[in-house]
């Protein structure tokens, strides 16, 4: 199954999986955020003026996004060396590598429809898709952070509640999203850092009014 307007979003912004999301943290970004990565930050012109804070809203969520996932590589590459068994090492590193090949497409609608799709590749260079489709409603804020509950609906028609945290950058036009994962690579900070993507780079390749269309 194949959602068409996410593979649009896709190709206005990077190569699924061509694009490393590793970037050394920086002061100036809130909480400790790390930058930006070169993948979406490079779509950005060069002349654009510094961005102001915004305050962020509820509605700042509405509207396209595009993400990669992120390791703090300093801390991952410390661990590494620590680690004598050379099984150990590789596991890791394979897991590291197979995280850091995300790249998430997510629409939020103001309606509170929602529809993401994740995409990794794993060592053999095959890659796997998940595409989820609900609802999402804000439930809690705190300055620049935004507790998103999402209601997910299964291809068997089940639902399930998904909790996330989203923390915006100081244009409100990236975001951070911490992720659970495998409990080797928790200590190195793993997020989805996504970037807004323009509604008119989208109207470019998909018609605003229809759904969006399906293939089986």
């Given at each position: 199954?194949?959602?068409q307007?996410?593979?649009?979003?896709?190709?206005?912004?990077?190569?699924?999986?061509?694009?490393?999301?590793?970037?050394?943290?920086?002061?100036?970004?809130?909480?400790?955020?790390?930058?930006v990565?070169?993948?979406l930050?490079?779509?950005?012109?060069?002349?654009?003026?510094?961005a102001?804070?915004?305050?962020?809203?509820?509605?700042?969520?509405?509207?396209?996004?595009?993400?990669?996932?992120?390791?703090?590589?300093?801390?991952?590459e410390?661990?590494?060396?620590?680690?004598?068994?050379?099984?150990?090492?590789?596991q890791?590193?394979?897991?590291?590598?197979?995280f850091?090949?995300?790249?998430?497409v997510?629409?939020?609608?103001?309606?509170?429809?929602?529809?993401?799709?994740i995409?990794?590749?794993?060592?053999?260079?095959?890659?796997?898709?998940?595409?989820?489709?609900?609802?999402?409603?804000?439930?809690?804020?705190?300055?620049?952070?935004?507790?998103?509950?999402?209601l997910e609906?299964?291809?068997?028609?089940s639902?399930?509640?998904?909790?996330?945290?989203f923390?915006?950058?100081?244009?409100?036009?990236?975001?951070?999203?911490?992720?659970?994962?495998s409990?080797e690579?928790?200590?190195?900070?793993?997020?989805i850092?996504?970037?807004?993507?323009?509604d008119?780079?989208m109207?470019?390749?998909?018609?605003?009014?229809?759904?969006?269309?399906?293939?089986?």
């Amino acid at each position: 199954m194949r959602i068409q307007w996410i593979v649009c979003l896709c190709s206005c912004l990077f190569i699924a999986g061509s694009v490393s999301a590793q970037q050394t943290p920086q002061a100036q970004q809130p909480s400790n955020l790390p930058a930006v990565p070169a993948a979406l930050a490079g779509n950005q012109p060069a002349s654009q003026p510094a961005a102001q804070p915004v305050r962020i809203t509820a509605t700042s969520l509405n509207g396209y996004w595009a993400g990669v996932g992120y390791l703090d590589e300093q801390k991952l590459e410390a661990k590494l060396k620590t680690l004598t068994d050379e099984t150990q090492k590789k596991q890791l590193q394979e897991k590291a590598n197979l995280f850091l090949s995300m790249v998430a497409v997510m629409a939020l609608q103001p309606t509170g429809q929602m529809v993401s799709e994740i995409e990794v590749t794993d060592a053999a260079g095959k890659p796997i898709r998940e595409v989820v489709q609900g609802t999402w409603k804000v439930v809690e804020q705190k300055e620049n952070r935004l507790l998103v509950e999402f209601l997910e609906q299964g291809s068997d028609k089940s639902t399930t509640t998904v909790r996330k945290v989203f923390q915006f950058y100081e244009d409100a036009m990236n975001m951070a999203s911490p992720v659970e994962t495998s409990a080797e690579l928790a200590e190195f900070n793993p997020l989805i850092i996504y970037e807004r993507v323009p509604d008119a780079a989208m109207a470019e390749n998909v018609d605003p009014v229809a759904p969006p269309k399906i293939d089986r």
